[in-house]
């Protein structure tokens, strides 16, 4: 009987232990726990960095190879500013150290370099390129691609003396693409060039239908208010000397900024304008070109049979 109570007590004892055991984490599933802890805190912490930037490595190189593309259509060549070294532009500025000495838009806004587009200034510039113009004057045209309350705004200098002030730039390639790579959608250049080759066939539209459609592409208000005034006219530049000689043309009142120039090349057309920045004089001012396939053009304004109505109706309202 001594024997047998002995032995429950035993058994008792280790059934205790064995449950005093199951009640302890172990030692690696408590380092495994950690662990995950800190993995997790971490990609929280990474997540947390990478959302509070508006621009990158990505795309800048994009901005990069957009430039790149895009200059050589205006006859231009630009200097990147490379993050170290100012830029030094004909007139004798040097940026990004000289933004405290110029305005934006005539005021005294602050401009600084702030490479994730979040900055203290109130324009946080990313991204700075310089053209200097050929010849004796101080020709310059200097872009800085900021973000403006976190929204993106490609800014110009052009100025030759007196305080240089940046304004937004009047050129829709520079400014949409700019705003396309800065919210993600990418630089639409490539995807306008691989329309333009996939094209094989000449569209059987005329001249004067081209220059509709060109003009819808670039100012459609304004087109669509002279032509409703009468006062709006299609022509061929006949000179026998200058950039746009050869080119058909619309315009309004025949100021040199109120023309659009388009030259049908095969199944691409190319556009000029006379155009100025900042504080030029219309004589100063100088062509802007771009050149978009004609398929493009259609698909966006003569793709069906409302559109086309549309569209002829106005080709008879333009006056020759």
């Known amino acids: 009987m001594k024997h047998k109570s002995l032995y429950l007590i035993g ?73 170290h070294t100012d830029i030094r532009t004909k007139s004798g500025m040097h940026y990004p150290s000289d933004f405290d000495q110029t305005t934006v838009n005539g005021t005294h ?39 403006h309350d976190g929204q993106p705004v490609a800014l110009v200098d052009q100025s030759t003396n007196g305080t240089a002030n940046w304004t937004p730039t009047k050129n829709a390639d520079v400014s949409s693409n700019f705003a396309r790579i800065a919210n993600g959608s990418g630089s639409s250049t490539k995807s306008q060039s691989s329309s333009s080759n996939s094209n094989s066939q000449s569209s059987s539209v005329d001249d004067k239908t081209v220059g509709v459609l060109v003009a819808l592409l670039q100012n459609p208000n304004w087109f669509k208010e002279y032509l409703n005034s009468g006062d709006m006219h299609y022509g061929a530049n006949s000179d026998n000397s200058g950039e746009v000689n050869g080119y058909s043309y619309v315009t309004s009142n025949g100021d040199p900024e109120s023309y659009i120039y388009f030259k049908r090349n095969g199944d691409n057309v190319t556009i000029k304008q006379w155009t100025t920045e900042g504080d030029e004089s219309v004589a100063d001012g100088h062509f802007e070109s771009r050149t978009v396939s004609l398929k493009r053009l259609e698909n966006d304004y003569y793709s069906n049979a409302s559109k086309r109505a549309e569209v002829n109706g106005y080709v008879s309202k333009l006056k020759q």
Not at 15 to 33: I, R
Not at 117 to 125: C, E, F, I, T
Not at 137 to 147: P, Q
């Open 109 to 147: 806004d602050s401009m600084g370099w702030a490479p994730s587009g979040k900055g203290s200034y109130d324009y946080n510039v990313v991204a700075l390129y310089n053209y200097d113009r050929p010849g004796g004057a101080a020709g310059h045209i200097t872009y800085a691609f900021a973000f």
């Open 11 to 83: 058994s008792v004892a280790m059934l205790s232990l064995m449950l005093a055991g199951c009640g302890k984490s172990s030692p690696t599933n408590h380092s495994m726990q950690s662990q995950s802890n800190s993995t997790t805190q971490t990609t929280g912490k990474n997540s947390s960095i990478q959302s509070s930037q508006l621009w990158d490595k990505s795309k800048d190189q994009q901005l990069s190879d957009f430039i790149n593309q895009w200059a050589p259509t205006m006859g231009q060549s630009y200097t990147k500013y490379d993050g």
